[in-house]
T-cell receptor, first 111, second 116 residues
């Protein structure tokens, strides 16, 4: 079983600030996904990264997959209150049909 | 498509009662997953199905939990008898063949279960 460690667990910032959250493991991932979950809803897929060193951008969100495919980061530029939520990383098993989720980073962006 | 549909959204029940949670996956998705989410343990996989067949139920806490998928458009998760420690949000998710390359999982809005 792949253990995914996310840090920080909680983050409270002011609108306009930048932030980075991390997802780490001792295992090598074949791919990794990031989800965002808002209160009262299920997680929603943001991005999938597959190649070591890959960088993907989604508006103000930048996702990076480590060269060794053991870690990933999510950077948000100029955070807005609408970014508030629980950010989860998830990695698939070797068969590619099951995801294990990290514990999440709970982000609050204050206006 | 309306997405993954779960019912009920909220369930409050007394300890010892039977609880049944329902899920309708996205049409055409081959995989269906049941997860449980708590503050302490995060998202835990309980069981998943491929083409209506249970593949891995190692995450099911104990015999009080059971899940069925009688057809491609419906699944249930049953707890009998329920206990206060079962209180959590239960999510159903579905996906195409490979989660990584074909859009990941689509989650329902969850069922918040409270056992008193």
């Amino acid at each position: 079983t792949q253990l995914l460690e996310q840090s920080p667990q909680f983050l409270s910032i002011q609108e306009g600030e930048n932030l980075t959250v991390y997802c780490n493991s001792s295992s090598v991932f074949s791919s990794l996904q990031w989800y965002r979950q808002e209160p009262g809803e299920g997680p929603v897929l943001l991005v999938t990264v597959v190649t070591g060193g890959e960088v993907k951008k989604l508006k103000r969100l930048t996702f990076q997959f480590g060269d060794a495919r053991k870690d990933s980061s999510l950077h948000i530029t100029a955070a807005q209150p609408g970014d508030t939520g629980l950010y989860l990383c998830a990695a698939e098993n070797n068969a590619g049909n099951m995801l294990t989720f990290g514990g999440g980073t709970r982000l609050m962006v204050k206006p | 498509d309306a997405g993954v549909i779960q019912s009920p959204r909220h369930e409050v029940t007394e300890m010892g009662q039977e609880v049944t949670l329902r899920c309708k996956p996205i049409s055409g998705h081959d995989y269906l997953f049941w997860y449980r989410q708590t503050m302490m343990r995060g998202l835990e996989l309980l069981i998943y199905f491929n083409n209506n067949v249970p593949i891995d139920d190692s995450g099911m806490p104990e015999d009080r939990f059971s899940a069925k998928m009688p057809n491609a458009s419906f699944s249930t998760l049953k707890i009998q008898p329920s206990e206060p420690r079962d209180s959590a949000v239960y999510f159903c998710a579905s996906s195409l063949n490979r989660a990584s390359h074909l859009g990941g999982y689509t989650f329902g809005s969850g069922t918040r279960l409270t056992v008193v």
